[in-house]
């Protein structure tokens, strides 16, 4: 029987994450009926197959795709979707623990109409011992909304499914965004101009396996500032001013009020170097107040896009 839905996992050097992500799609309740696994080895040094157990029950087809790959992300995922059989498509990743209904749950609010993309919680705080960074990233995009449409700056993988032609007729993902970040915003904006509905639903939920820091989300959101952020900013229109990015223009530059001018001169002083070294080593010692991680996300953004760092 042909697939109902291709579910496509890029992965280099995936580990135990990798390891507890297969155990929970191997769990996977479809009420029978078949679904597609691919696995896209983004250049792992070990071949996933030969590191990892790729047993599956018959209903399942698993693929393995190799590249030959430093790991440019969006070149993996289009890989996925490339490969796929099914009319429909769940994006995710190697670090993630799924429910044992998750896969059913998507299927189930396509066929009703919910939306032509269905995107659900990815869950970072889940553990008992969850720090409070975790905690806190789990309010970030969509979270805590209602259910309900969303927009297209907030459209995350992960816990993501579409129709595979939406994928097809866009061209995917774009792999000139080869550093890390932002070719899910990206797309999410090239998505929106096919005049397609997004539909966000928090009981759909995913909990995230990675356990990076508030440091190393720092260094990374500078990475994705200078790449991701940038690109975006430069191809799509619509993303004007995405992430707070008009408040590093020039002081003086149109419009030029003076509570704009006092904006701009604020959020240069915020960005200082050293400025931002002490918030973070704060939040790293007490985690609170929450807000000081949104300025640690944000300012490292704008960091890495007006070509600084913070280190």
Not at 27 to 47: A, C, F, N
Not at 261 to 267: E, Q
């Amino acid at each position: 029987m042909k697939p109902e839905i291709s579910v496509q996992i890029p992965v280099r050097d995936g580990g135990d994450d990798f390891r507890e992500c297969l155990e929970s799609l191997r769990k996977q309740d479809t009420g029978g009926l078949p679904w597609e696994l691919i696995i896209v080895d983004d250049g792992s040094r070990i071949p996933v197959e030969d590191d990892f157990d790729l047993s599956f029950p018959e209903t399942v087809l698993v693929k393995i795709l190799h590249r030959n790959s430093t790991g440019n992300r969006p070149e993996a995922r289009n890989a996925g979707w490339q490969a796929a059989t099914a009319s429909l498509c769940f994006l995710s990743d190697s670090d993630m623990r799924f429910p044992e209904d998750i896969i059913l749950k998507h299927m189930e609010m396509h066929r009703r109409g919910c939306g032509d993309v269905i995107m659900g919680a990815r869950i970072n705080g889940w553990m008992q011992d969850a720090s409070p960074w975790q905690q806190w990233f789990d309010t970030r995009g969509m979270g805590g909304r209602a259910a309900g449409l969303f927009p297209p700056k907030y459209f995350v993988t992960g816990n993501v499914s579409l129709q595979t032609s939406l994928l097809r007729e866009t061209g995917g993902f774009d792999p000139a965004i080869d550093r890390y970040g932002g070719e899910d915003t990206e797309f999410g904006f090239r998505l929106a101009r096919k005049d397609v509905s997004l539909y966000w639903d928090p009981d759909l939920r995913v909990y995230h396996l990675d356990s990076v820091t508030a440091r190393e989300h720092s260094r990374k959101m500078v990475e994705y500032g200078g790449s991701g952020l940038k690109y975006t900013l430069n191809r799509i229109p619509e993303a004007e001013g995405l992430l707070g990015s008009n408040w590093i223009k020039p002081v003086f530059s149109e419009p030029a009020s003076p509570a704009t001018m006092t904006m701009r001169v604020l959020v240069k002083l915020a960005l200082l170097p050293p400025v931002y070294r002490c918030v973070l080593r704060w939040m790293e010692k007490f985690g609170k107040p929450f807000f000081l991680f949104t300025y640690l996300s944000v300012g490292g953004c704008l960091m890495g896009l007006s070509g600084r760092n913070f280190e």
